[in-house]
């Protein structure tokens, strides 16, 4: 079941926004339209501070890009948010509304999610790209997907890419609604979008990893090393976060692994471990050897590392294993029936969908 669909009109008509009076103007111009697909883009890929740096908003015949990086004021931007009866359509939401409250104090009080939505109707491939191809016939190009999304001016090419995900959810969303609605699981998806709603407008205090310097290869450091690598670790984020540059763009994992490994003491010994750069090396060569030093002199005794997770499940009787395996055998039986009242899902999907 493929839907008729063509965003060619909303992407050659669709605005950009850069200041506030426009924000205002277009939320005005759409203040009677009761479903609204929205997208954000982040260059959190390439930055330390992940923001906002774009807002991709469809509705009924229009569609607009909001450049949060020039509109100041989203005083209207809020006011519109307000209105309960209006639904907010998105893909996988919980970063783009986390996004919205934190950085422009956008909250939204309903929305519909077409990745809860296509679980729920058993589709077995969730990306927006693989529901978009198998509804509308269109596959999303995806090679823009780590771009870097704070870059002007924006390309054609940039604009296309991001309004064509808020432009598709309006004619998904549509076609979901009515399998739920076939299938008698509208309300399944009700609940859980009010519930995953419920949970992202509570305030949750993320709890600082003490063990973040444990990256990927720290497995095969000592302690001393792990010392090191900590120190280090430590000067990394500092740089990182004070250049608003991503960590492996300033140093890369291994490369902190290996420094870690091979304790250089000279800038010489520094440069020979592959991944420093010069331009690295004479700006901040000096630091990660202070940092190798403090690492050297650490009291192993105390340093913490993060404990090793430990099996402690005893092993189940006869009788519990036979229960464990009967009560598995049911609950794939369930599933299995309730995949066969699928509606509308007769092609068999690739196994790169």
């Known amino acids: 079941m493929i839907k008729r669909f063509d965003p060619s009109f909303l992407l050659k008509n669709a605005r950009l926004i850069e200041n506030s009076h426009e924000l205002g103007r277009f939320l005005n111009e759409i203040s009677d339209r009761k479903l609204i697909g929205v997208d954000t883009e982040s260059a959190g890929f390439y930055k330390y501070h992940q923001g906002l740096n774009l807002i991709q908003i469809a509705a009924e015949n229009c569609a607009a890009i909001i450049d949060p990086q020039a509109v100041k004021d989203f005083s209207s931007f809020q006011n519109f948010a307000k209105d309960p009866s209006r639904e907010w359509i998105f893909h996988g939401g919980d970063f783009d509304i986390r996004m919205l409250t934190q950085e422009i104090n956008v909250q939204i009080s309903k929305f519909f999610d077409t990745r809860i939505a296509a679980e729920l109707i058993g589709f077995d491939s969730l990306g927006l790209s693989s529901i978009s191809e198998h509804f509308l016939g269109i596959r999303m190009d995806k090679k823009l997907q780590r771009c870097d999304w704070s870059r002007r001016p ?48 509570e305030h949750h205090d993320r709890e600082e990893n003490l063990f973040a310097f444990q990256i990927k290869g720290a497995g095969s450091l000592n302690k001393r090393s792990l010392a090191i690598l900590k120190e280090i670790w430590v000067v990394r984020e500092a740089i990182s976060k004070e250049n608003d540059r991503a960590p492996f763009m300033v140093l890369g994992n291994s490369t902190l692994i290996e420094i870690s490994r091979q304790i250089p003491k000279t800038l010489s010994r520094l440069s020979s471990i592959k991944g420093v750069g010069k331009s690295f090396l004479s700006g901040y060569g000096d630091l990660i050897l202070d940092a190798v030093k403090k690492g050297c002199s650490v009291d192993l005794f105390k340093f913490q590392t993060k404990p090793r997770k430990r099996e402690n499940r005893r092993s189940l009787s006869a009788f519990e294993g036979e229960l464990l395996k009967l009560l598995r055998q049911t609950r794939d039986s369930i599933a299995q029936n309730l995949n066969k009242r699928r509606v509308g899902f007769s092609r068999k999907r690739s196994p790169t969908d």
């Open 154 to 201: 924006l390309t054609t090419e940039m604009k296309h890419y991001a309004l064509l995900d808020a432009i598709s959810l309006l004619s998904i969303r549509d076609i979901l609604y009515d399998e739920l609605l076939k299938m008698g699981r509208l309300d399944w998806a009700l609940e859980e979008f009010s519930f995953a709603l419920k949970n992202l407008n």
